[in-house]
């Protein structure tokens, strides 16, 4: 059983920036493939950012390319976004997501992943 517990989120001006953290329990974290998420109301749930276990290579959604960063600590067993420039259609609740079984459904999938955190709101005003 893996447990996220995302933290960061909050009210931010359009053009400023929020760096989100998820803390992942397990202790082979640096073996999960991990994945941002977000999802705003009335939308689906829509891929952000993905970071993979082995090379740390990164991937992102092409709406937030060059303003996000996905990053990882395996020693402290978290992934970070950091998200630059916002925008208020970046307003929505953001989810962290493990895949603990290199399923190999791409990282834009949300079926990759098993375990998923609880969320926290990022609003942007404009």
């Known amino acids: 059983q893996v447990q996220l517990v995302e933290s960061g989120g909050g009210l931010v001006q359009a053009g400023g920036s929020l760096r989100l953290s998820c803390t992942a329990s397990?202790?082979?974290?640096?073996?999960?493939?991990m994945g941002w998420f977000r999802q705003a109301p009335g939308k689906e749930r829509e891929f952000v950012a993905g970071i993979r276990r082995s090379t740390g290579s990164t991937y992102y959604a092409d709406s937030v390319k060059g303003r996000f960063t996905v990053s990882r600590d395996n020693a402290k067993t978290a992934v970070d976004l950091q998200m630059n420039s916002l925008k208020p259609e970046d307003t929505a609740v953001y989810y962290c997501?493990?895949?603990?079984?290199?399923?190999?459904?791409?990282?834009?999938?949300?079926?990759?992943?098993?375990?998923w955190g609880q969320g926290t709101q990022v609003t942007v005003s404009s």
């Open positions: 397990g202790r082979t974290f640096s073996s999960y493939a």
């Open positions: 997501a493990a895949d603990t079984r290199e399923d190999e459904l791409g990282y834009r999938n949300r079926y990759k992943y098993d375990y």
